[in-house]
């Protein structure tokens, strides 16, 4: 009876060891995930704040940029929020870190969302032809950065680190992310508006559109050998990804340089860039269209204006097309 005594307590201390050790895997495979996640989180934060400081640097001072040069940066700041908001879509994170993962999304949603309208607005406002109500988009936009700013430092953050604290982890805590510095400065329509008169090229700066008269005109648009008709049906046939031709001319008398053409089928938006027109000149955009728009389109083509343009009615045309 002793023997069997003694063996069933060897057997219930080796139970008790294993249980122990196989907790103790968990545990540390549990925190490890957790700093795992926590690193991944910062590297991103970390990219995200020096875009910030990027961004916000050129619109505070943008040296001798051009209007090109300087739209071309903020596109590439566009692109690279909008890499952050995939990589953070792309994230594993650990089930007690479900809903912080899910404000950080949130979050930057928010932000690409914001930078993309940004972008997409930029050279409007830096011209003439509805520059106000471009300027006026940008400021909405700094407002949609600065949710997401409240959102990251009063739950994401701190839920976080706090899972971090609770699980013994020190030294993988979440940095912080202000994507908008100097408080609720950028808010303001009137600040945004000073600083994009800091551009080089922009009309907001006065003499930076160059001496004479500035305008675009669009001339036609075809897609494969069909010539496109405004406020009429267009039936075309393709195979494989479409592309929308866009001629162009300058009808100014100065060299425009830079010349943003968009077209918007179902919504989505599609830019293009002529380079360079000299004055009389014109010249053409080819847009693909992806993916494949099937059936019935409504196609929003447009030059936007450039910097000292006044009157812009000829630089847009809609269509109706069905692809067949």
């Given at each position: 009876?002793l023997r069997r005594l003694l063996a069933l307590g060897g057997a219930l201390v080796l139970l008790i060891l294993i249980v122990l050790g196989v907790k103790g895997?968990?545990?540390?495979?549990?925190?490890?995930?957790?700093?795992?996640?926590?690193?991944?989180?910062?590297?991103?934060?970390?990219?995200?704040?020096?875009?910030?400081?990027?961004?916000?640097?050129?619109?505070?001072?943008?040296?001798?940029?051009?209007?090109?040069?300087?739209?071309?940066?903020?596109?590439a700041d566009r692109s690279a929020m909008v890499n952050y908001a995939s990589r953070v879509d792309?994230?594993?994170?650990?089930?007690?870190?479900?809903?912080?993962?899910?404000?950080?999304?949130?979050?930057?949603?928010?932000?690409?969302?914001?930078?993309?309208?940004?972008?997409?607005?930029?050279?409007?406002?830096?011209?003439?032809?509805?520059?106000?109500?471009?300027?006026?988009?940008?400021?909405?936009?700094?407002?949609?950065?600065?949710?997401?700013?409240?959102?990251?430092?009063?739950?994401?953050?701190?839920?976080?680190?706090?899972?971090?604290?609770?699980?013994?982890?020190?030294?993988?805590?979440?940095?912080?992310?202000?994507?908008?510095?100097?408080?609720?400065?950028?808010?303001?329509?009137?600040?945004?508006?000073?600083?994009?008169?800091?551009?080089?090229?922009?009309?907001?700066?006065?003499?930076?559109?160059?001496?004479?008269?500035?305008?675009?005109?669009?001339?036609?648009?075809?897609?494969?050998?069909?010539?496109?008709?405004?406020?009429?049906?267009?039936?075309?046939?393709?195979?494989?990804?479409?592309?929308?031709?866009?001629?162009?001319?300058?009808?100014?008398?100065?060299?425009?340089?830079?010349?943003?053409?968009?077209?918007?089928?179902?919504?989505?938006?599609?830019?293009?860039?002529?380079?360079?027109?000299?004055?009389?000149?014109?010249?053409?955009?080819?847009?693909?269209?992806?993916?494949?728009?099937?059936?019935?389109?409504?196609?929003?083509?447009?030059?936007?204006?450039?910097?000292?343009?006044?009157?812009?009615?000829?630089?847009?045309?809609?269509?109706?097309?069905?692809?067949?």
């Amino acid at each position: 009876m002793l023997r069997r005594l003694l063996a069933l307590g060897g057997a219930l201390v080796l139970l008790i060891l294993i249980v122990l050790g196989v907790k103790g895997c968990l545990d540390a495979r549990a925190r490890g995930a957790l700093s795992d996640y926590a690193r991944n989180v910062e590297q991103i934060v970390a990219e995200t704040n020096q875009t910030s400081k990027d961004f916000f640097s050129k619109l505070e001072d943008p040296g001798n940029l051009s209007v090109t040069e300087f739209t071309s940066e903020v596109n590439a700041d566009r692109s690279a929020m909008v890499n952050y908001a995939s990589r953070v879509d792309g994230l594993s994170a650990p089930g007690e870190l479900s809903g912080a993962q899910k404000s950080l999304e949130l979050v930057y949603v928010l932000r690409s969302s914001a930078m993309e309208q940004i972008a997409n607005k930029m050279r409007t406002a830096l011209g003439e032809a509805g520059a106000a109500k471009a300027t006026a988009a940008i400021a909405r936009q700094m407002q949609k950065l600065l949710a997401a700013d409240v959102i990251y430092e009063t739950v994401t953050r701190p839920e976080i680190n706090g899972k971090l604290a609770d699980n013994g982890i020190e030294g993988d805590d979440v940095p912080k992310s202000t994507f908008l510095p100097d408080g609720t400065k950028w808010l303001d329509e009137g600040e945004v508006q000073t600083a994009l008169g800091n551009v080089n090229g922009s009309s907001a700066g006065s003499e930076t559109a160059g001496p004479g008269v500035h305008g675009l005109g669009l001339l036609g648009v075809r897609i494969g050998e069909t010539e496109l008709i405004a406020e009429a049906p267009n039936s075309v046939v393709t195979e494989g990804t479409p592309e929308v031709e866009v001629e162009v001319q300058n009808q100014g008398e100065s060299t425009e340089n830079g010349i943003t053409v968009v077209v918007i089928a179902n919504g989505k938006e599609t830019t293009q860039e002529i380079p360079t027109l000299e004055a009389g000149a014109t010249g053409t955009a080819v847009v693909p269209l992806t993916p494949a728009p099937e059936g019935e389109t409504t196609l929003e083509v447009e030059a936007e204006p450039v910097p000292g343009e006044e009157f812009a009615t000829n630089n847009e045309a809609t269509y109706t097309v069905n692809f067949e």
